[in-house]
């Protein structure tokens, strides 16, 4: 029933006829084959071992393209993280394309090759798909939406609400490369910097951290908005106030080149594979210690700490002893960054 | 931390800060309220009791809003009806929305209103979801993607490969209702007639034909591609023939009359709230008197039988015992019906 596709994708391909099933055969079976991944309408799993998490994003990235990865890589990172943060291993994804007609083939394939390579890097399988096409002008390129169910890890209770005074904050690595990568690769700055995202998932470095130490009390990862919008949302759901060490920050030095360019705040850009990590100060080295292994990982630092004081602010501590609020986040900056 | 929305949906309503959360909070917490819906990465759940079916789709229907439903139905409908042709009662769901800058808030709110109201209709709970905001022009209106988990009946088997010669194939109503509807909405062909789409989830009423006749043999939603599709599958998984009753094919009278006047084919429309069903030719009674007392499928009758004749075809009797091949289904004729 398949046929060999053409260069671009056509209405048809989206019609749930020959030229679907020639789509399917052609793309996504090749990249995601798998023994659950279902022809019917749904796909048919074993039970979970324990209480499940369920988490859904919607990826509208433009360009879909950019320096350290594609649209299929962060579909993949950005579920599978969403269910890292609350200590769930990911078991099952579905994605579901939506396409605008004329897209190249060859850059679908690309995707979906990225797709198969981040899931399998996680060891969580796609076991279920949808593809629609809609004509020319009506969507950018590609949207891909990607659900994940994951297993929750016993004796782990994470919430955005659990940061306690006297808690370490920590983040996994430098800030603000992935909203940087993307808004470099727009082009309409002129700015010559080498900067590629950070995009990464990050369920093994977690898991090995809730091992190591299984009463962290937050891990949210960083992206719309940035590491600054997490830790006010923290500070607000925790009702707590938050103190950074400005110099403790990590920006990588061509990050914050093209921040200070553009007057930009790197707390204030998307990260694609950054944690924040709120645990009891005696755990952080321990944490540090077991993340540190892992290439995605290696930046992990403390960058702060919960206090009392300043409840629901974020207060920034300079060298010299200066403090200044973080302003809080507000309107959009950076649309579609994931 | 909310405040008040205006009339059309801006880009900073999909930037993650303040006025996402007050754009969740004026509408998507105002109707999807439950105590599983999570403002934290990932919904925690409870453990499904048995094997688990997943299922995602995504829904692009042009335009949003048509007789007898609107795209927010639609996609709860869409993926409920997908759990259910696996026999497995939906228990979770997820919603991602892709927004058109400039979408006026009240449509919005009447697509979550109406996706709460068919959910709740169902018993399903939204227990996650995600916004995003794509520039005008960047997408048309607003695409949902909603993915479901549900949990396999015991002691069903259903798959597009067990349909045995002598089965009764029936249909739960009629025919190409949605297909017809949304076309007519789209005001292009200036035709003037009263039809309504067949929008309906059918978990209460399958799971009914289920109990009654546990070895029902084939569920499927004719959604894209209409029953025709629907059966041309099955005829290839199953590698046997369907022979339809020409005069037996329920198809509304205005239905019919459109598809006249453009020369459509009323089984290749697709429907939203029909299902065709396989089983053993003695059970196709009880499952016909199970299902005729719901509303939404009191139209159910038998159309046709699996053969072993004509293996992977369609063929149509007519009343004068003429015998046509149904045409395979081929390219797209109505892109964005669903």
New interface residues.
Partial sequence: ?TEKLPNQIT??H??????TSALIHEIFAKYFDNPFLT??????????????????????V?PAFFPGGNIGELSICGTV???T??G?KPL?L?????IEEGLETAKLDQIAKAMAETAQKVGVVL?????????K????QV?I?T????E?LSGVQL??AEAKPGDAVLVTGDVGRHGCAVLLARDTYGIDAHVTSDCAPLWHPVSAALEAAPDIHVI??A???GVG?VLYEIA??SHVGIRLNAEDIPVDPAVAGVCGMLGLEPLYLACEGRMVMIMPQERANRVIDAMSAYPDTQGVCQIGVITEDNPERVVMETAIGAQTFLP?????????IC
Same sequence: chains 1, 2.
Avoid: W
């Fill in positions: 029933m209405l048809a989206g019609a749930g006829g020959k030229q022809a019917d309408d749904a796909a048919v799993l074993p039970r979970p071992g324990r209480k499940i998490a369920m988490s859904t994003d919607g990826f509208v433009s993280n969403d269910l943060c609350m769930a099952y579905t994605c579901a394309f939506i076991v279920a798909g949808d593809t629609k096409v809609v004509g002008g009506q969507a950018d949207f939406t659900t994940g169910v994951g929750l919430a955005g949210r990862d992206t719309r908005g919008t607000h759901q809080e986040p507000g309107t959009e900056l950076l649309p579609r």
